[in-house]
């Protein structure tokens, strides 16, 4: 079992909708990371959390340390929003152990 | 600030041949992280470097790969002997002090295909 969990793998949704992708996580943490991935292209920090909730714009992460649970949530989503979404969390030492990442597709 | 810059984009390699991966981080960051990310995989920690030293290489493979980041210039992440399984894309990050609890910054990403 990996010891970073996201659900769904695949998320396909139309222009507008509320998309929340999930991350579960089984060992300790100092930190977590959402990123945004493009095909062919480079990786972007969406976020670091330790405890609570942040927002950018559209974007909401919260994070649950209890019960070991991030969320990541895209309000009125848009074609651009189409990306692969990574979370990642910082355990020991220096690195970090990625999800296997969230393929969203947002529809016109 | 031109952010962590990646070079090559692509690389291709023959069988055999060398590969090296070039990465500048950030201005003012002095520790810098590779990861690598197979087809169809997630991303896996490589090598964590603070200017001339290695602090954890735990996820290198043993063998063919090697990773430096000098005094001056870029860090270098080098592959000896390549082969096809090494085909991957490979991703540095920088950050300004010795913990990933900063932000990540991620450069482009190389994109290596040995054929």
């Known amino acids: 079992k990996n010891e970073v969990e996201q659900s769904p793998q695949n998320l396909t949704a139309q222009e507008g909708e509320f998309i929340t992708i999930n991350c579960s996580y089984s060992?300790?943490?100092?930190?977590l990371h959402w990123l945004q991935q493009h095909p062919g292209g480079g990786i972007v920090s969406l976020f670091m959390l330790s405890s609570g909730k942040k927002k950018h714009g559209r974007l909401i992460a919260t994070i649950n340390i209890q019960e070991k649970h991030s969320s990541l949530h895209i309000t009125a989503s848009h074609p651009r929003d189409s990306a692969v979404y990574i979370c990642a969390v910082r355990t020991s030492g220096s690195r970090l152990t990625f999800g296997e990442g969230t393929q969203l597709t947002v529809n016109p | 600030n031109a952010g962590v810059m990646q070079n090559p984009r692509h690389l291709v390699r023959r069988r055999g041949q060398e590969a090296r991966l070039r990465c500048s981080p950030m201005k003012g960051h002095s520790h810098v992280y590779w990861y690598r990310q197979l087809p169809e995989e997630g991303l896996k920690f490589m090598v964590y470097?603070?200017?001339?030293?290695?602090?954890?290489e735990s996820g290198m493979p043993k063998e063919r790969f090697s990773a430096e980041f000098p005094k001056e210039g870029p860090s270098i992440l080098r592959i000896q002997q390549v082969v096809r399984g090494d085909s991957a894309a490979y991703f540095c990050?920088?950050?300004?002090?010795?913990?990933?609890?900063?932000?990540?910054?991620f450069g482009q990403g190389t994109r290596l295909t040995v054929v």
């Open positions: 990050a920088s950050s300004g002090r010795g913990s990933m609890n900063t932000e990540a910054f």
């Open positions: 470097l603070q200017k001339e030293n290695i602090i954890d």
């Open positions: 060992v300790g943490i100092s930190a």
